[in-house]
């Protein structure tokens, strides 16, 4: 009845993504990158003509750091969403549709965050655009009959991760010598190795779990002990500030992913632990660029 | 400081926005309907640039009676609506968007609908489409400095209303002697004539509130007296036919408006009493198409 199976993956080329494509191949999928510009309103018709998808891993966004939270750059990547959607569902043999989200859809006041239970009620407008696709693409796939899931990303860490996010800002300071200086670190988050991450949304995709599922380890690590970490494993404790700069006014002291869906109905189990996740992210720091 | 007013209108040759414009032309506006496909991506760019609205009514939207609330067809229109605030935010002037949504994006567990306290939980795809795309404009015209409201529209009725909804249906067959098949019309409902829910809209937009308005009587009116009087009126009682087919499993026994916002903030008042609202539906029914 299933017959082959084929998936385009928006965003192969990126963080998660460069690492998701090789497990789907290994999964047994056909594996169609997508190239050309998302945002272009005439490439999503001519990828799903092309690749003739019977899965769809959208992972493309806009991801610009310290931009990406609020900026009006976030409403073209709903279009993109929504046009590809459309080109995907009126294809022959569309099956099941995988987006990504995130845990900044949630509503920020309680430390764990649950699919079934946590309201939403994202304070970003990246959360908004976020949660709003989902809740047109979810609806839609119902009636058009097409499997449709949302992974809620938490804290991707791991090599070659943007400059500028914690832990490659902490990486690069420690491999150049300078001091890391960091907010106190007594916020609690859940950290996810993003070769972790990636195996998620492969099996994820792979799955019929329908709905949004949150990609988290389910464990909560506070960010001093990440940075004590970091400084440790380099050699260099001395270079470690806790508490140079400000935690940003509202910063929520704890979000933690309820990852009980991942693990029960997806069946998938973390393989890395987050000492090995983190020297091998100073590894990678430590290579010439 | 405010300077003209200039008032881009979508949809301005509808029901409601042939009716919209010259009110707002009344109130010192100068008027652009909006001409050409909104659902081309080209489209909105050349309207902005033309008119350079300092206020944009955005009334269009995909209407197929029987088709539209479950349509696929709602989706492009998301696109579309997104595409045409960014065009707005990014231009020059830009003050106020008004968007146009539905009692639709309500959950319809209890007979009044507030905009402080009802839960929205669209039970239909069109009610998740308009509902998401407000999320996202209201939140996005926040950040760019953007006045923002959503008229929340009821049952509107009157003249020229598309046939096959429930007045010009009946008022059609009465017109032609036919009998006039309904429901048992115990349902309860909002029902508001066209003129006066394009005087509430112009007010919206003249306005400076902000966020989610529902645009209605406040007042219930039961279906059955609805065609009653409308049989009454024709000099035809013995046509109606209440109870001759069954109402749709799950229809809500009760669908109000909460109209204190429009009533106490926008200022807006009824003017057409339903008896003489639905003797002039029925005059243009009488009327030679």
């Not at 993109?80 to 509503?107: D, I, K, M, P, Q």
């Not at 693409?137 to 990303?153: D, K, P």
């Not at 988050?189 to 993003?194: A, K, Q, S, T």
Request: aromatic share 6%.
């Amino acid at each position: 009845v299933a017959g082959p199976k084929r998936v385009l993956v928006t965003g192969a080329g990126g963080f998660l993504g460069s690492r998701i494509a090789p497990l789907l191949e290994g999964a047994g999928f056909g594996v169609h990158a997508a190239d050309g510009d998302l945002l272009d309103p005439e490439t999503a018709a001519r990828l799903v003509r092309d690749a003739r998808p019977t899965h769809l891993l959208h992972l493309a966004w806009y991801t610009e750091h310290g931009r990406f939270w609020e900026g009006a750059e976030n409403l073209p990547w709903v279009e993109a969403s929504v046009r590809l959607w459309r080109e995907f569902a009126a294809s022959e043999g569309a099956r099941r549709f995988v987006g990504v989200g995130s845990c900044a859809e949630y509503e920020w006041s309680q430390p764990v965050l649950s699919e079934a239970t946590t309201p939403i009620r994202p304070s970003s407008l990246y959360g908004v655009c976020k949660d709003a696709t989902r809740r047109i693409l979810e609806a839609a796939s119902q009636r058009e009959g097409i499997s449709f899931a949302w992974g809620r990303v938490f804290f991707i860490y791991g090599p070659d991760e943007a400059s500028g996010r914690l832990v490659p800002s902490v990486a690069d300071a420690l491999a150049e010598g300078r001091p890391a200086r960091t907010s106190d670190g007594e916020q609690v988050r859940d950290f996810l190795h993003v070769d972790d991450a990636a195996r998620a949304l492969a099996a994820l995709t792979d799955s019929d779990v329908r709905g949004p599922v949150n990609i988290g380890s389910g464990q909560g690590v506070a960010v001093r002990e990440i940075v004590e970490t970091l400084g440790r494993l380099a050699g260099r404790p001395e270079l470690i500030e806790l508490g140079a700069v400000p935690r940003p006014e509202g910063d929520p002291p704890e979000i933690v992913a309820d990852a009980a869906r991942l693990r029960d109905e997806v069946g998938w189990a973390p393989q890395v632990e987050l000492e090995s996740g983190l020297a091998s992210t100073l590894e990678s720091a430590r290579a010439p660029g």
